[in-house]
């Protein structure tokens, strides 16, 4: 499912005056709109057709009609659902609504990240991945745990992964990687200066670089070769990435999932031998110990 509405409100902040007012009206109006002309709405919104279809184009649309198309399919299945429109967190709130109010913005951040999603994206990212020799991991601050985490996963299969805390050994990475390698760039903004550097070396090296962006256009999205995107869910106070944060953090489960799925077999047999069970630091301690008790003459 297309959730447009969701394209909308994220592209909003960098669209021009002229498409935040059709935005603003759909926004507002949205069942009044799926029934609408395109000459109906440019009339509304004091606009023209060629506007609208602009837009259109720029939410990933050929069209007004498959524009209006998918509009109408959200608000059918919305219709099932309750509302979710979950309001900042405000200084009166009581410890509860706090508790309320972040655990169900993350709850909607993950299901919009799920419905923007697409299949086919997704498939030809896990088809570069599993024909790399390394995957490359790029991410800052927040975005560096999820690339930590990214690379813990996929180390545990065998497929090598890399990433640094370091911003420069980063760079460094990006330098030396080659056409047989993927990069994966995360950047909720999809505009840190750090990671746009690492991604003009990654593709000046000819390598293949997917992205980790909150929809909409971005330097970082721009210049990849795939794009995955994660809802724009953040507080308006946001000191710290935490929808965001939690929507990429499941995101690189979908693709770590998916990975395994496709070489189900294999992957069972890695995971297996790797897993680390209770009790192996305590056995492991206890060998290193016995090795150094040993005379370094005794033969052993």
Request: glycine fraction near 4%; include cysteine; charge should be negative.
């Amino acid at each position: 499912m297309e959730i447009i509405t969701i394209r909308m409100k994220t592209y909003r902040e960098e669209a021009t005056t002229t498409e935040q007012a059709i935005i603003d009206f759909v926004l507002a109006e949205p069942k009044k709109v799926s029934r609408m002309t395109i000459y109906a709405l440019s009339e509304a919104t004091f606009t023209s057709p060629s506007s609208i279809i602009r837009l259109c184009k720029q939410l990933g649309f050929s069209g007004f009609k498959g524009f209006s198309k998918a509009l109408l399919y959200e608000l059918a299945v919305r219709d099932h659902y309750k509302a979710k429109e979950i309001s900042d967190v405000e200084r009166t709130d009581k410890l509860s609504d706090v508790i309320h109010k972040v655990t169900h913005k993350n709850i909607l951040s993950l299901e919009e990240t799920g419905d923007l999603l697409d299949e086919a994206i997704v498939d030809q990212c896990l088809e570069w991945m599993m024909k790399a020799d390394r995957l490359v991991l790029f991410g800052m601050g927040a975005s560096l745990i999820v690339a930590k985490d990214a690379q813990l996963k996929f180390t545990r299969i065998n497929k090598m992964s890399y990433v640094n805390e370091d911003w420069h050994t980063q760079l460094l990475m990006a330098k030396n990687m080659n056409a047989r390698d993927i990069a994966i760039v995360i950047s909720y903004s999809g505009q840190t200066d750090e990671m746009v550097t690492c991604l003009d070396e990654v593709k000046r090296n000819g390598a293949k670089a997917i992205s980790i962006t909150k929809f909409g256009h971005s330097p970082i999205a721009d210049k990849s070769d795939l794009q995955l995107y994660v809802a724009a869910n953040e507080y308006s106070f946001r000191s710290g990435a935490m929808a965001s944060r939690i929507a990429q953090l499941n995101l690189v489960d979908i693709l770590y999932t998916a990975y395994v799925n496709k070489e189900y077999e294999q992957s069972l047999e890695i995971l297996e031998k790797t897993q680390i069970r209770k009790g192996t630091n305590e056995d492991g301690f206890n060998q290193i110990n016995n090795r150094e008790k040993k005379s370094p003459y005794d033969g052993s």
